[in-house]
């Protein structure tokens, strides 16, 4: 006779349940959760292997630590930030000198160690980029608006 208990811990059969007691149902809902959660890891495995499967420059384990050593220089020199700010090419120099000159200001000053507090500087020189491009909107349209109402250059004396 087999051992019926190792074959399904190993996951061989599914395991069944006759008596419809309370202990029984407990235990039938114990074994329901455990089966949505190995699902859940399952389609979780599936998700992170369909994501890397198509990352050409990482075919080995150097590569990978290459591009992990990369990304946190990136990250600590605030590259990572500025390139993730999107239109890179269009972006004006002198803003994001002073963008990243800020960050490492703000690092210097706080005494700035842990991830976490890392996050919240990158946020901070964020949202003072989305500041003055929206200040920098609302510029733009009042000049506009005076040319349409007044007819002439907003800007001429």
Known sequence: MTDMTAEAERG???????????????LRAALEKD???????????SATYRALEGWQ????????LKVCADSQEQYESGQFLLERLGATRYLDPKLMVTLL?????????WGITT???????DL???????????QGWIGDLALHIEHEFF???????
């Open 12 to 26: 061989d059969i599914e395991p069944t349940l006759r008596d419809v007691d309370d202990s029984d149902a407990e």
């Open 115 to 121: 991830a976490a507090e890392a996050m919240l500087v």
């Open 124 to 134: 901070a020189v964020l949202n003072y980029y989305h500041a003055l491009r929206v």
């Open 57 to 64: 420059s990482v075919g080995s384990e150097e590569d990978w």
């Open 101 to 109: 000159s800020l960050r490492q200001r703000l690092i210097a000053e």
């Open 151 to 157: 007819g002439q250059d907003a800007l001429a004396g």
């Open 35 to 45: 089966r949505q959660r190995a699902q859940q890891i399952r389609r979780n495995a």
